[in-house]
Each structure stands twice: as structure tokens, then as C-alpha cells.
């Protein structure tokens, strides 16, 4: 599971899962950069651990998605290391309405990003073995929503 570090984004009690169920990795905004750490750690979990299901996990009110809706109307740098987080954000959300369903819209395409930049994950999803789902927490209802990928593809 890739999910947010919001600390109301713990995935252990979200999906009523306890110790040893789940490999979980976790940044700001569940970003997924090409050879990053967590692209790699989510292919140690399909090649080495064998999990038959990678869960997306972004989750309303997300502050580093919110950055950067923020950062595509201002233009402002962020400072450090920071950029990255919007790099692998703004290329999923609609250029003309960044707020419209930014969330939906950066988990759809992350999974589309994991397919595409892992032969790893791909293979596997092909041969039956492995299934990529992206899901949005509800902050205010406690439901996790499954998302079509495809519906948001542009
Ligand atoms: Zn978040």
C-alpha cells in the first residue's frame, strides 16, 4: 500500500488491519517518482513479498495535493527538496480546473504512473497475479471509495 503521511491517513486503522497485514509506504501526497524510493519498495512487495494487491491510498482535505493546486495558480517555488511532491502531483490534475477532484484525479494517476514505469508490477497485474486498485478515505466518513483510473485519464 502507497498512501499519505497524514497523520489521519494511518492505513492500519482505516482498513481495520493489524500487526503484520500490511507493507506500507507512506510520503507526503503518496507521491511515485520513476526509480524512487517508493516505486522500489512497491516492487520489493510484488517480487520479493509475493502481495497479491497494491492499494493507492490518497485521502480528502490532502495538504500536499492542496500544495500543489496552490503552486499551479501562483507559480511559487517551494523551498528544499519539495518540488518533487508537486513534479509527480501537477501532471495529473486537470490544467484548467487543478481543484476539480485533485485527489481522484493524482491516485488515478499514480496507478497509471506504477503500470507504466514498473515492468515488475505490469508483469505481474498480466499473468493474474497481482491487482492495482486506487482508493480516496473519506476524512468525514471513514469510507475508503475505489476509484476508476481510467475514467480520469486525459
Ligand atoms: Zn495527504
Redo the contacts with the bound molecule.
Keep these: 500500500m502507497l498512501g ?1 503521511s ?1 497523520s489521519r ?1 494511518s492505513v492500519e486503522l482505516l482498513l481495520d488491519q493489524g500487526f503484520g497485514d500490511v507493507f506500507v509506504i507512506r510520503n ?2 503518496h507521491v511515485l517518482s520513476p526509480g524512487g524510493s517508493a516505486l522500489a519498495s512497491l516492487e520489493y512487495a510484488v517480487a520479493e513479498l509475493g502481495v497479491q494487491a497494491v492499494l493507492l491510498l490518497g ?1 480528502e482535505s ?4 492542496a500544495a500543489t493546486v496552490a503552486h499551479l495558480r501562483s507559480g511559487g517555488e517551494l523551498p528544499g527538496s519539495m518540488p518533487i511532491l508537486v513534479e509527480r502531483t501537477e501532471g495529473h490534475l486537470d490544467p484548467a480546473a487543478p481543484e476539480d477532484r485533485a485527489v481522484e484525479r493524482h491516485v488515478a494517476g499514480t496507478v497509471r504512473d506504477l503500470l507504466a514505469a514498473s515492468e515488475i508490477v505490469a508483469e505481474a497485474v498480466g499473468a493474474g497475479r497481482l491487482v492495482v486498485a486506487g482508493g480516496v478515505y473519506g476524512l468525514h466518513d471513514g469510507i475508503v471509495r475505489l476509484i476508476d483510473a481510467e475514467a480520469f485519464e486525459s
Excluded: F, P, T
Excluded at 490532502?62 to 495535493?65: D, I, K, L, N
Design positions: 499519505c497524514d491517513a507526503a501526497g485521502h490532502c495538504g500536499a495535493v
